[in-house]
Nanobody, 124 residues
Framework: QVQVMESGGGSVTTGGSLRLTCVVS????????MAWFRQIPVKEREGVEI???????VDADSIKGRFTSSRDQGTKVLVLDMRNLKPEDSGLYSC??????????????????WGRGTQVDVSS
């Protein structure tokens, strides 16, 4: 059985930093792609960072220059470093894993496995 575990959320003030970690374990699929999504109140869920097993990453335009992700090649550990956080970054950040993508840069993948999410709160 696949488990997707996120950690590292919390509360910071504007301009602060947080690091989120996602670990995917179990199952027999390779989960070539992993991604961070966020759910902000009154908005649709948004893809934040996506990474594949070769280390290729794509950032969403809304967080370019402030968030970076890292994934050691071949592993199922995806780290999201968030800097210069703003109140509008507050929300539930969830990690997902997929085996196949038809539109990698658009986060269009078969997101079969999801974590429960970790809350990020940024106060002004």
């Amino acid at each position: 059985q696949v488990q997707v575990m996120e950690s590292g959320g919390g509360s910071v003030t504007t301009g602060g930093s947080l690091r989120l970690t996602c670990v995917v374990s179990g199952g027999r699929y390779k989960h070539h792609s992993m991604a961070w999504f966020r759910q902000i109140p009154v908005k649709e869920r948004e893809g934040v960072e996506i990474s594949n097993s070769t280390g290729r990453t794509v950032d969403a335009d809304s967080i370019k220059g402030r968030f970076t992700s890292s994934r050691d090649q071949g592993t199922k550990v995806l780290v999201l470093d968030m800097r210069n956080l703003k109140p509008e970054d507050s929300g539930l950040y969830s990690c997902a894993a997929a085996n196949y993508c038809w539109g990698f840069s658009e986060f269009s993948c078969d997101w079969t496995d999801w974590g429960r999410g970790t809350q990020v709160d940024v106060s002004s």
